[in-house]
């Protein structure tokens, strides 16, 4: 194949040049730059022929287009990723998001009293049981009398974050019951005044925190509080008389100086985690992001609202399927269905399942905030800290593969994972080959392979066109995640993307700005719609030459707890005919399915959806091992 360079100037963007065999790298870029950037920009492009170029020309033009990319690249996004105060918590990538508070006296139950003597007893609830059962305020404010932790040790919870291999802690401070969870002097609903604890756990956690060289960042619910008047509701006031008032005198009476005190009196805070801007106004939150402004090495999250992104994005219980190319992000989730404490959920994630989901965070370049919820007594339920403990040993032995990596250069393992730093990639398996022979789509030259838990024998590999095949033992050392390195010479070279030119139309579209063309965006916040009133959708992709194919990914813009799904039947053509792939049903978070390798050009999605108009963030077909 010729090799030929291509100088394309975008617009106000710089330059990118780019070769043939790493085409997709730099277009993808380009396409990324294009689809987030929010000024119009033009694309002018030259082609020359560099066969007789020799490989030190090829090299240079090589490293210019990936330098003069990457700094485009990097411009785009308004919180750069290198940002200094970011470099811990890139480094971090693990941490524990405790839900505490008095919501967990009542420890997920509720019981409603119905007339002549008859109750109802509802056990479904966690840190929300006063909304959704729709306490009164002065019945929910007499949990806090009953509330006395005494069994609460914050150095065992530093600890336990420790053993987890778990490098900050974010706690609650207020969520939206309006209860503090420290001694505020702004409000006496707080643990010290108000309970017979007479203790401030945050001020403990703090300390224990700089004992151990555990980072802290406090959740604070900024507009939400079911407790304070003025305070925001969800969607309305069920007990007016204790909550309707002025949000504004809410903000500068209760929010704007706990926020203050928070940051004043518990010595180095490094996070401030924002969360649900309930009618959030600019105003409102400028008055509150004027206050962590004052403290330049906080991190703030994109839940202020107002407008302002802070330093993270924040997908929740899902795992966005290209990450958030260019921003910070942290994914937080539960192990099990609850934030806060309920007793009755025992639908607890096995540590194999959460350890995947930390290595499938980390290969997209995110972090993984993994909440418990303790109880009344001050304890974290033990099926969490054996779950964490777990999870601490694996990363014992191989934590160089997730701490202070960045995202992995291949386009989809079907079989794992993988996370680069430097010259190494580390290649988690999470479905150990059958053969001994582990295949990475991966054309650079290998100067070294071995198990990250045995580094000191060395692996066999075999260099093909596009793939290094791996000898590796005949069992895997360890079932939830076997760690490979691989040590290379010069920058990634990996093949495109299989939707890198790919072009598709649609049968109904809702507007531009959710256009077919969506589907190829790798920003999260994207989403292709059917048009309005539409309830199903076909959409037809030309790859651009026939490519073969295994596999599907539809990123879809719901969550768990919208019970959303859709049906789609997938199918290829062949000649003129269109053969069926696969027919499902997706939850409505995302979708992987993988079938056998077909070879096509075209492939149709016809999809349906009961409740809503058809949508979908991305679709990624993934090539064969
Ligand atoms: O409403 C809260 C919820 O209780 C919990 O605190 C989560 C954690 O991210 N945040 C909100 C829901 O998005």
Redesign the pocket.
């Known amino acids: 194949m010729q090799n030929w360079f291509s100088l394309t100037l975008l617009q106000n963007k710089g330059l990118a040049i780019f070769m043939t065999n790493h085409k997709s790298y730099i277009t993808n870029k380009l396409f990324s730059i294009a689809m987030y950037s929010n000024k119009p920009f033009k694309v002018y492009s030259i082609t020359y022929t560099i066969a007789n170029m020799n490989i030190k020309l090829r090299s240079f033009f090589w490293l210019l287009a990936f330098a003069i990319s990457s700094a485009t690249y990097s411009q785009e996004f308004p919180s750069n990723p290198a940002d200094a105060k970011m470099g811990w918590w890139r480094e971090a990538k693990f941490g524990l998001?405790i839900?505490w508070g008095i919501y967990a006296v009542p420890a997920g139950k509720y019981v409603y009293n119905l007339p002549d003597g008859k109750y109802k007893e509802d056990i479904t609830q966690?840190?929300?049981i006063m909304n959704r059962c729709k306490i009164p305020v002065a019945e929910y404010r007499k949990y806090a009398e009953h509330f006395n932790p005494t069994k609460f040790n914050a150095e065992e919870w530093v600890l336990t974050a420790k053993a987890a291999g778990q490098k900050y802690i974010v706690i609650?401070t207020k969520?939206?019951d309006g209860f503090a969870m420290y001694k505020s002097e702004t409000s006496n609903y707080n643990i010290y005044d108000a309970t017979p604890f007479k203790r401030d756990p945050l001020k403990e956690l703090a300390e224990a925190c700089r004992k151990y060289g555990m980072k802290l960042g406090f959740?604070y619910s900024q507009a939400q509080d079911w407790g304070h008047k003025g305070g925001a509701p969800n969607k309305w006031h069920w007990d007016k008389a204790a909550q309707d008032g002025s949000m504004d005198a809410y903000i500068d009476s209760i929010a704007a100086p706990q926020v203050k005190e928070l940051l004043t009196n518990y010595g180095d805070v490094a996070v401030l985690w924002w969360?649900?801007p309930k009618d959030m106004t600019p105003e409102l939150a400028q008055k509150l992001d004027d206050i962590t402004r004052q403290h330049p090495n906080l991190i703030t999250n994109n839940r202020l609202g107002g407008g302002i992104r802070g330093d993270l994005e924040?997908p929740?219980q899902y795992i966005p399927a290209s990450g958030y190319p260019g921003r910070n992000w942290e994914v937080?989730m539960t192990v099990n269905d609850h934030?806060?404490y309920n007793a009755y959920d025992d639908n607890w994630k096995s540590t194999k399942e959460l350890l995947r989901k930390l290595i499938d965070i980390t290969s997209k370049g995110g972090n993984f905030l993994l909440?418990v919820g303790p109880t009344a007594e001050g304890i974290i339920p033990p099926v969490c800290v054996n779950t964490l403990k777990e999870m601490g040993d694996w990363l014992k032995i191989n934590g160089e593969a997730i701490y202070g990596t960045t995202a992995n250069p291949f386009d989809y393992l079907s079989w794992g994972r993988a996370t680069r730093k430097g010259q190494k990639v580390y290649i988690h398996v999470f479905d150990w080959p059958k053969n001994g022979q582990l295949n990475v789509p991966f054309a650079n030259i290998i100067t070294k392979a071995y198990l990250l838990e045995d580094t000191t024998t060395l692996l066999r590999t075999k260099q093909m066109a596009n793939k290094v095949l791996v000898s590796v033992p005949n069992i895997a050392p360890d079932k939830m995640a076997t760690v490979v390195v691989l040590e290379f010479k010069g920058e990634p070279i990996v093949l495109p993307k299989l939707t890198e030119n790919a072009t598709a139309i649609a049968t109904s579209e809702l507007d531009t700005a959710h256009g077919i063309n969506k589907i190829f965006s790798t920003n999260p916040k994207d989403f292709y719609s059917a048009g309005k009133d539409q309830k199903e959708t076909t959409i037809e992709l030309d790859l651009g030459k026939p490519q073969a194919v295994a596999g599907i990914m539809l990123a879809e813009p719901w969550r768990a707890w919208e019970k959303k799904e859709q049906q789609y039947l997938l199918s290829y053509k062949v000649g003129n005919d269109w053969k069926i792939l696969a027919e499902e049903t997706t939850n409505g978070t995302g979708h992987t399915k993988l079938f056998g390798t077909v070879t096509t050009q075209f492939i149709r999605l016809q999809l349906n959806n009961k409740t809503d108009a058809p949508r979908l963030n991305q679709l990624l077909l993934y090539r064969p091992d």
């Open positions: 998001f839900h966690g840190e929300w609650t969520h939206h959740y969360d649900t924040t929740e937080c934030w806060g909440n």
